[in-house]
């Protein structure tokens, strides 16, 4: 009798250890359509290379240090060394003739940043670097 609850004590939790986790306890709050728009924004103005210039500016006023950058593939790493370690990749891309399409993905560690408030900085900032590589002010 004793080994017969131990064993269906047993079962029970291995039985419980498969379950699979819902997406939302993985991705976090938000789905993935959403992440990617507030990730993401589009440019008439500028050519890939402009905006790569623009992206690296705004990294380094954002208090980065830029660890790549490769034209050819259109993407620029850097870190943050603040109270927490933030790495952020800028994937530049051309799309529709003179339009540019720019994504930022930002981590934590391991973790990806899901905070709206991180990438509307980085928007902001950028839209302002935009203009001033637009208009050649230095």
Known sequence: MKYSHAALILSGLMLGGCI????????????????RQMQSREYDTLD??????????TLQDLGFVID??????????????????MRMTVTVRDSDGKRVSVRVNAR???????????YQ????NLDKAMFLVLNKVD
């Open 108 to 118: 934590v560690g391991d973790t990806a940043v899901k905070d709206q408030a991180t």
């Open 68 to 85: 790549t950058a490769d034209i050819d593939l259109g993407t620029i790493t850097a870190t943050r060394l603040d109270r927490l370690t």
């Open 20 to 35: 699979q986790p819902r997406a939302a306890d993985v991705t976090g709050a938000g789905s993935q359509l959403e992440i």
């Open 48 to 57: 890939k290379k402009m905006t790569m210039r623009a992206a690296i500016a």
């Open 121 to 124: 900085d980085f928007f902001v």
